[in-house]
């Protein structure tokens, strides 16, 4: 039963975001709404798991949540609208800035750099993230975004299946004991025939010519999937939880699904500034 909700929550999951991106082609209105969610769920599990034994404050978590889309809606504004005056676009993290400082003043039982840690941290390892799908989007076309997330689906299902049958070798014992070597490779080889199958037939789809930016945009996103899904255990191993929440079944929480993509994403961005003109 719990593999067949976690296939159906997954599966939920992997719709919602294709269908956000390529209805970016008529309109960003579910990419404007399904991304920030991801940020909300994501910021509120962050700093539920983060929280000491002081009171967990409701409006410390709301500003939170929403600095963590502010950050997105100004990503979104310097990727879409480059003629915007000046910096305008750095108003709503300034903003956040000022306020969760100035709020932090009025918490005097908190910890307040123990406070100050776990929101900044939770906006900078999930947030960020997240908002710099917009400058990935800016440099390329929204379908290679979409080429993105089809990679870390194909890493995950190849490192699952592996790692299930051919697992051995641990490969990082101390944090995720039932990852290996195995499974690892087995993504690695999804991802790689993954590249070559959209680069032979669904080239024209996906506008990106060369069939080495497609392998090497694969390799980026298994390398750094199994990093992405090695720093979340560690996070949850360090304060002692199972899963960051449940709000999908079979998953766990939102946090446990897109662990890949809060280090693929800025790693995939570094890659495609430095191939440069090779995306076009």
């Known amino acids: 039963m719990n593999i067949v909700k976690r296939i159906i929550s997954g599966a939920i999951y992997i719709a919602v975001i294709v269908a956000a991106i390529l209805l970016l082609d008529n309109s960003p209105v579910m990419y ?54 000046r910096a305008m676009w750095l108003l709503p993290i300034a903003a956040y800035l000022l306020l969760r400082t100035i709020v932090q003043l009025y918490r005097p039982s908190q910890n307040a750099v123990h406070s100050l840690e776990r929101s900044f941290l939770s906006l900078g390892y999930v947030a960020l993230p997240v908002a710099l799908l917009n400058s990935i989007m800016s440099i390329t076309a929204p379908r290679l975004l979409l080429g993105m997330f089809m990679f870390i689906w194909l890493y995950d299902t190849g490192a699952y299946c592996f790692g299930m049958t051919l697992g051995r070798h641990r490969l990082f014992e101390r944090i995720s004991p039932k990852k290996s070597w195995e499974g690892v490779l087995g993504g690695i080889v999804a991802c790689i025939a993954g590249a070559y199958v959209t680069h032979t037939w669904f080239d024209e789809f996906f506008q990106v010519p060369e069939l080495t930016t497609w392998v090497g945009l694969s390799v980026v996103v298994a390398v750094f999937s199994t990093f992405g899904d090695l720093v979340e255990s560690l996070i949850k191993r360090t304060v002692g939880v199972k899963d960051s929440g449940n709000i999908m079944p079979g998953h766990g929480g939102i946090l446990d699904r897109i662990d890949s993509l809060l280090l693929v994403s800025p790693a995939v961005l570094i890659y495609l500034l430095l191939i440069g003109p090779k995306i076009y």
């Open 32 to 85: 404007l709404l399904v991304f920030p969610l991801l940020i909300v769920l994501g910021v509120g599990e962050m700093v539920s798991m983060a929280k000491d034994d002081a009171t967990q404050s409701w409006l410390v978590t709301f500003i939170d949540m929403l600095g963590g889309v502010g950050l997105f809606v100004a990503f979104y504004l310097h990727s879409e609208f480059e003629h915007m005056q």
